[in-house]
């Protein structure tokens, strides 16, 4: 390891030091120095992003004799990571204080999912992407159970940890029939191995294995069944954490693993992931529509919308790819934004957060009701939100690349989902409010959400750098 | 000599492992598979296999032996009276997978040729094969390695985040 | 001479000498059958309450501490067979790997998860 791998890595050691720091700070610093810990975490972030700055325009290379590929592509999604953690960090801060859970543990397994997050993009070896999607789940279990009196956060830890295990258990199944199969478990290698006449007979069912793996922590139907309940016991900015990050890096490691070292198999992921898409966004959408509470319909939508990025990966094109990098951005903005103004507005004990709870929010609160109402249009996929332009690349790649039924499904399911989006709206704005209490956000949250709405906007005018940018990433995956 | 302490400790093994399906004491059952992933690791020995036999020891014998342990204090298996009742069924089904793994083993026994090489991967190596996996742990492998390091910190932040005493 | 001769003997004797031991004391004790003699020796201490139930949580929380450290161990095996050719750098990379995980044990300690409520 030579001092120019050393300095790839700067940007995940900073992040793991403060994790560290945080976790030490907890039993170790006084009080006063602890109302700091969210400061502690952006700050890291922060620095994190400054060290990745460097690393862009320096070409794609790899580390540890092809262990970790520092290219264009994981560049862009340890930004996004970065991004995501350092957003829940603050949209975090001042729910916790208010539930009693604001404690350094916390901020600290957000850096450590933060990191796993970024091996799974990094990762060109299948070992490293196990450790690192098991560091983000072990993580995530332990942030959705954190709130210990709650018993719905309970509930919720275990369901995540018993079911994810059991995933767990599949994917290492597959790596190690992969393994059998390629003799090895680098990227390339398998890819090599695949490419040789013909393709080794244990290939296959390890391809199966490892999509059901992934598949759960996207959330892809039929391994999708965690989410509902899991979404909607966790703390509220775990949810938010848990509905943007772990899925774009399950999809980034999914994206990794198909192009990179199972080329070979295209004619059998597409046709399987064609079908779990078709699934997922029907599925996904159909239990949306007859949700009452916020937080369970988001779960829904996040399944949707899983099924939306999928079509991307089905059509395997760069235009494909490029557009599920784009429509991560914006539905990183718009989700976190949804929850942003849910954990904002559910109240002491996390409770409000039902239909009725949001009768007559634009008059109590026009400013948050505004931002929540773009957010929704944005999921919905409205034009002139960038949402729109997600999905606009995104079906309009799976045509060009042949899948015409595909596009067809997802445009129908668009149309579904507009219902249950509006819905909401239709209380915000349609309904009087049974008590009229005014609601306050937090400065932090509220700076959120304004950036948060004006990105949307700009994204859906002006998309063409955003698209530029992501094409230029996925320049590195090949 | 080395059939010899084949036999002795694949014996000791066998005896053991049916003791784990017999007892009717759960606690006796794990026992007994102690007893049987020590003869195991014994085994590995004879093979020449020490890191095998090591990680035997540590991490079946130790730590998946504590996980039992675990699921025997969560579950209350002395209180578990409605348990029995389905054993008649689950024992006929056991019966079968059992026979069912038997003759895949035998199949695969008549089927093997010693000269064939291993499927994947090097032989295993020279005088020193623990050493020879210490230098990959930390040449190949070292970036999954202190990747590990996070993980089982991640862990230990689990353990008290989610089973501390009150505050 | 194979050198696993001297190991089976060995072997033989232990067996021999324990198998002895019981037999003996089976056939020359007096065996006499009696309530106190027939409870669980618990250290000396008379046992108390009932095996089933619910567990302490202190008892989860060892159990975990320990296999989280006893994973640990097992890397520790194959590092000090490789140290020789290591040098330095083997030395670096497992400091690095120990530094997190004390890290991880202060942290539990200070916490007072290793205390007995």
């Known amino acids: ?478 | 000599m080395e059939t010899l302490f084949f036999y002795l400790f694949g014996g000791i093994a066998l005896l053991a492992a049916m003791s784990v399906v017999a007892q009717k004491k759960i606690f006796y059952s794990a026992l007994s598979l102690i007893i049987c992933l020590g003869s195991i690791a014994v085994l590995f020995l004879a093979l020449e296999a020490p890191f095998i036999a090591a990680v035997q020891v540590i991490v079946y014998a130790g730590a998946v032996m504590v996980l039992f342990l675990f699921v025997i204090m969560l579950l209350d298996p002395f209180s578990a009276a409605a348990a029995r009742d389905k054993r008649k069924r689950l024992t006929f089904l056991a019966v079968a997978l059992g026979l069912v793994a038997l003759a895949v083993l035998f199949t695969l026994m008549r089927a093997h040729d010693p000269a064939t090489p291993p499927l994947a991967g090097e032989p295993p190596g020279g005088t020193d094969p623990v050493g020879r996996l210490g230098r990959l742990l930390f040449t190949r492998y070292l970036i999954p390695f202190e990747a590990t390091s996070i993980l089982i910190l991640v862990a230990i932040m689990g353990v008290v985040v989610l089973a501390r005493k009150r505050s | 001479m194979n050198p696993l001769i001297p190991l089976a003997v060995m072997a033989l004797l232990v067996a021999g000498i324990v198998a002895l031991f019981i037999l003996a004391s089976v056939f020359l004790g007096p065996g006499k059958r009696h309530p106190v003699k027939d409870t669980p020796f618990e250290c000396g201490i008379p046992s108390e309450g009932f095996a089933g139930g619910r567990m302490h949580i202190g008892y989860y929380i060892m159990a975990m501490l320990f296999v989280v450290f006893d994973v640990e161990l097992a890397f520790l095996f194959p590092w000090a067979a490789a140290l020789r050719g290591l040098g330095w750098f083997g030395f670096v990379a497992m400091f690095l790997f120990i530094a997190v995980i004390g890290a991880g044990f202060a942290y539990a300690w200070k916490m007072g998860a290793l205390e007995w409520e």
């Open chain 1, 1 to 478: 390891m030579n001092p120019d791998e050393l300095f790839l890595l700067v940007p995940q050691s900073i992040l793991l030091g403060a994790a560290v720091l945080l976790m030490l700070m907890e039993p170790f610093s006084r009080q006063a120095g602890r109302r700091r810990l969210r400061m502690v975490a952006v700050a890291a972030v922060a620095v994190a992003a400054y060290a990745l700055r460097l690393q862009w325009g320096l070409g794609p290379r790899s580390i540890g004799g092809g262990m970790i590929r520092v290219d264009g592509f994981s560049l862009f999604f340890q930004w996004l990571f970065l991004v995501i953690t350092g957003l829940s960090a603050v949209l975090a801060a001042d729910f916790n204080q208010r539930e009693g859970i604001d404690r350094g543990e916390y901020y600290a397994l957000l850096l450590t999912a933060c990191s796993g997050m970024s091996l799974m993009a990094m990762s060109a070896d299948l070992i490293l992407t196990f450790i690192g999607i098991e560091i983000l789940s072990l993580s995530t279990y332990i942030l959705a159970g954190f709130k210990r009196r709650d018993i719905a956060s309970g509930e919720s830890s275990l369901k995540y940890f018993l079911l994810g295990s059991f995933a767990t258990a599949i994917l290492l199944y597959g790596i190690a029939l992969v393994y059998g199969a390629a003799g090895s478990t680098q990227y390339q290698a398998i890819r090599a191995a695949a490419a040789a006449g013909e393709v080794p007979a244990l290939l296959l069912p390890g391809l199966g294995l490892l999509l059901v793996g992934l598949g759960f922590k996207i959330g892809l139907v039929p391994f999708h069944s965690w989410i509902p309940d899991v979404y909607q016991g966790a703390p509220s900015p775990v949810t938010a954490f848990m509905s943007v990050g772990p899925k774009a890096a399950a999809i980034a490691a999914l994206l990794r693993l198909l192009v990179e070292a199972l080329p070979g198999l295209a004619p059998d992921w597409t046709r399987l992931l064609w079908l779990m898409a078709v699934l997922t966004m029907t599925l996904g959408n159909a239990a949306a529509l007859v949700q009452s509470n916020v937080k369970r319909m988001l779960a829904y939508s996040a399944i949707a919308q899983a099924g939306y990025i999928l079509v991307g990966v089905v059509a395997n094109t760069r235009e494909g790819f490029t557009a599920i990098l784009f429509y991560l951005v914006v539905y990183t903005v718009m989700n976190l934004m949804a929850f942003g103004v849910v954990l904002s507005l559910s109240g002491p004990g996390d409770r409000r957060v039902h239909l009725e709870d949001y009768a007559g929010l634009a008059r109590r609160a026009p400013f948050v009701a505004a931002a929540l109402g773009v957010a929704l249009l944005a999921l919905a996929g409205i034009p002139l939100t960038g949402g729109f332009m997600g999905k606009f690349f995104l079906f309009g790649s799976a045509v060009k690349a042949g899948f015409v039924g595909l596009a067809v499904i997802a445009v129908l399911n668009s149309v579904l989902s507009v219902y249950y989006y509006f819905r909401l709206l239709v209380y915000m704005y349609m309904k009087d409010a049974p008590q009229g209490g005014a609601e306050s956000i937090s400065r932090p949250v509220g700076a959120i959400l304004a950036i948060g709405v004006f990105l949307i906007l700009w994204l859906g005018v002006g998309p063409d750098r955003f698209l530029a940018l992501a094409g230029h990433s996925i320049l590195g995956l090949k």
